[in-house]
């Protein structure tokens, strides 16, 4: 399961030195200094390295999105060594063996920074949002190591400028801020993320769950996705460590995605003899192995079978290249057909079976097009039996694919689905605000939903809609709320006290939409404060109760967003409270004792009074057990507050 990340990172030296050994192990013992090497050239040489090696890595843009800004935060601050380097490399006497030695040193810390940054960006997108904590320790090692080596500086022997030596020194200052600092995770791709792989959550297999998932993480086309599957055999075949369980997690969220494009999944991993397909021999719309492989005008090449239905299907385009094809004709690839079946019989691979399909035709699409128009018509009938069944009827076609999200705005529904909602009927405002969730899962309906002032009637329903529409209220407010600018409206509005009212005392459904609402809204430091006027604090602490509702974690995240507020602390800060995250840390599940770490560190960090209260509960012998047990998280948090219970025994 993934847990939401909200809080900002102990330092954690001890993950952190972990991992600087994984880092840096394939690093040669070529490297140390001798006397040989002690000369301009040598000099010359290394500065020019790692000068070309921070160009290289400014020319880079396309990181994964889960890892981007940290990326681009490190990529600035390695910036800041070039006129370092370039005083150096403008140094005109004998170079001292010191200064050869601090140059090797700085030169290990950036390549250890480009390996992790090209494995942001080539790497498997999937695997990089699943264990986005252990990359996150990466750049802190990076950071630690960085700082280290820079602090140690030889200025008086490099002879270097004032106003260079103030930019190197102020830089240690940032690396030391940022070993200390994790930004918030995009907290909706965190939920989303705890659902699918969660073997207990119904909504695991949730298509919009899946379809917005796809969107965070840029896998909706089939280039996207081969280039996934490709990066994910690698990931596999290089990181023999890599437990069978996350491998199972990425390969099943990868075949979910690849389900959304109507491909029907056969492995391209051999799982017998675990041998890795060549990529070339996989189709780009399937990204399956081919049988009969076909060459269209651009000279790509496709399964028959793929590329006829998408011909099939209306397009005129290469689905990789984008281009418009000149004509549809269709080649054998007999020469490629030829290299796979000689590569299967030489690795004993059996092809697998494919399951015959039905086609889609032009004429069903056009079908598509012309009910929705339809529907949109009636949603403004003067027949309230009309309207309640057109709305009903686009409820489903939203919630059935991408394409009809699209196909429903540009035909115009949006503006009268809004006005829908204020409608005094129970049946329709329920149907047309479930439609606005559905839709809503476009990036693009959001802000349309959004310019439409559709926000104050949602709440509306939220206040006073019947069950289901009220809970599809608080998850449409969720959806919307991802643009930031949302966030402040609802909490303008007055959103956040009818979600607390639901949060306490609708159903089960009702509770979790409820507080993946009030998650998100949170992030925005004013409706922190809204949620603690508007008494979420009481409604959190009964959740941390109800063991049975499997929504421990989830509480404790958000309580760890808002004991970062002064009224949260106090108003959180109880000894009961104490007493419970306590609890947790002793036998709690591994999560459990992650979350509760995290917030009795939150809370410790800013009131030492916390930290004393824990102990009369116990809670040292069992931190101690989570350093060697725990989660890595749960390890860094339980390591600080180690630090933290000695420094105010010191006091």
């Not at 397909?277 to 028959?304: N, R, S, W």
């Not at 069944?389 to 196909?407: H, T």
Request: proline share 3%.
């Amino acid at each position: 399961m993934v847990v939401m990340d909200v809080d900002e990172e102990a330092s954690g030296d001890g993950a952190e030195n972990i991992e600087e050994a994984v880092v840096t192990a394939e690093e040669s013992t070529n490297d140390e200094v001798t006397d040989e090497e002690v000369g301009g050239d040598v000099k010359d040489d290394l500065v020019s390295e790692i000068i070309t090696t921070i160009e290289f890595l400014d020319q880079i843009s396309d990181y994964r999105r889960t890892q981007q800004k940290e990326c681009f935060n490190l990529v600035r601050r390695l910036k800041i060594l070039i006129p370092f380097m370039d005083e150096i490399r403008g140094f005109e006497f004998s170079f001292p063996e010191c200064c050869m030695h601090f140059l090797h040193r700085l030169r290990k810390v950036i390549l250890a920074a480009r390996k992790l940054l090209e494995t942001c960006n080539n790497g498997s997108k999937i695997f990089l949002a699943l264990d986005s904590e252990l990359i996150m320790t990466r750049f802190h090692s990076v950071y630690e190591k960085l700082n280290r080596v820079l602090v140690k500086t030889p200025f008086d022997e490099l002879k270097v400028s004032d106003e260079v030596k103030d930019e190197v020194v102020s830089l240690c200052k940032q690396l030391k801020r940022a070993r200390r600092r994790t930004d918030t995770q995009d907290i909706e791709l965190a939920v989303d993320m705890m659902v699918v792989f969660s073997k207990t959550d119904p909504r695991n297999a949730d298509s919009p769950i899946i379809e917005r998932l796809a969107k965070k993480l840029e896998l909706q086309t089939m280039e996207d996705l081969k280039t996934e599957t490709i990066a994910i055999k690698t990931l596999i075949q290089e990181k023999g460590g890599l437990s069978i369980e996350t491998q199972q997690h990425i390969i099943e969220l990868l075949n979910k995605f690849k389900k959304l494009q109507g491909v029907d999944y056969e492995p391209v991993i051999n799982e017998s003899t675990s041998i890795i397909l060549p990529h070339e021999f996989l189709c780009p719309i399937t990204l399956e192995i081919m049988q009969d492989p076909v060459i269209i005008a651009t000279g790509q090449t496709y399964e028959k079978e793929s590329i006829q239905k998408w011909f099939d299907a209306g397009h005129k385009t290469c689905p990789k290249t984008r281009q418009t094809l000149d004509h549809l004709s269709l080649a054998p690839n007999y020469a490629l057909k030829n290299i796979i079946l000689q590569w299967c019989e030489k690795n004993n691979f059996k092809i697998p079976e494919k399951e015959t399909s039905s086609l889609h035709s032009e004429d069903d699409s056009e079908e598509q097009k012309d009910e929705i128009s339809l529907l949109v018509e009636a949603l403004s009938s003067s027949q309230l039996e009309e309207q309640r069944e057109s709305v009903k009827q686009m409820r489903l076609l939203a919630r059935e694919n991408p394409e009809n999200r699209v196909l429903i705005a540009n035909a115009g529904a949006i503006p009268l689905l809004v006005q829908l909602l204020s409608y005094p009927d129970s049946g329709i405002q329920e149907n047309a605000v479930t439609t606005v969730l559905n839709l809503s899962i476009d990036e693009t309906n959001k802000q349309l939903i959004s310019n439409e002032g559709a926000i104050p009637n949602i709440i509306e329903i939220l206040q006073n809609g019947n069950r289901e529409a009220r809970e599809n209220s608080a998850a449409a407010l969720f959806s919307l709320s991802m643009l930031d600018e949302n966030k402040v409206t609802i909490g303008l509005s007055n959103g956040i006290p009818p979600l607390v009212e639901l949060l306490q005392h609708g159903t089960s459904r009702g509770k979790k939409d409820a507080l993946t609402a009030l998650f998100n809204l949170s992030l925005n430091s004013a409706n922190k404060g809204r949620a603690i006027d508007a008494g979420i604090v009481q409604p959190l602490l009964q959740l941390l109760k109800d063991r049975n509702l499997g929504m421990i974690d989830e509480a404790l995240s958000i309580l760890l967003l808002l004991v970062s507020h002064p009224e949260g602390r106090q108003a959180i800060g109880q000894l009961s409270f104490i007493e419970t995250l306590v609890d947790f840390i002793r036998q709690g599940t591994p999560k459990n004792k992650e979350c509760a770490a995290s917030v009795l560190l939150e809370l410790g960090s800013n009131n030492s009074s916390f930290i004393l209260a824990a102990l009369q509960f116990g809670v040292y012998e069992h931190l101690v057990e989570i350093t060697s047990s725990g989660t890595n998280r749960a390890q860094r948090k339980a390591n600080a507050l180690i630090q933290l219970i000695s420094k105010s025994e010191q006091i």
